[in-house]
């Protein structure tokens, strides 16, 4: 399907753009300014940005829900800050001694 008239652009080019970034960084926040630079081209009218950025969702989710893995096998970030909390807990930060105050 064609998403931009003006640079005749189709949504699989689009999709493909978007994995390619995914694959590369799939955490990366995908706007529609890095898939039009990724394709060599810029948004002139910009009517059909609310299209790229429904094609970039559509396929950021698509490839998150495939990614996913079994809730065993993720580790919980409550549990990882209290793991680091307990090793850091005896560790002096600062060469000071206990009883000075600063002002």
């Given at each position: 399907m064609l998403v931009c008239q003006c640079n005749?652009?189709?949504?699989?080019?689009?999709?493909?753009?978007?994995?390619?970034?995914?694959?590369?960084?799939?955490w990366q926040l995908v706007v529609p300014a890095k898939v039009y630079k990724e394709l060599d081209r810029?948004?002139?009218?910009?009517?059909?940005?609310p299209n790229?950025?429904?094609i970039i969702v559509r396929?950021?989710?698509?490839?998150?829900?495939?990614?996913?893995h079994?809730?065993?096998?993720?580790?919980?970030?409550?549990n990882?800050?209290?793991k680091l909390k307990q090793q850091r807990s005896g560790v002096r930060r600062e060469r000071r001694s206990t009883g000075h105050r600063a002002a």
């Open positions: 005749m652009i189709t949504s699989k080019e689009i999709e493909d753009i978007v994995l390619e970034l995914l694959e590369a960084d799939p810029r948004a002139k009218c910009g009517g059909c940005v790229v950025v429904d396929v950021t989710e698509k490839y998150h829900s495939q990614q996913a079994p809730e065993g096998e993720l580790v919980s970030l409550q990882g800050l209290a």
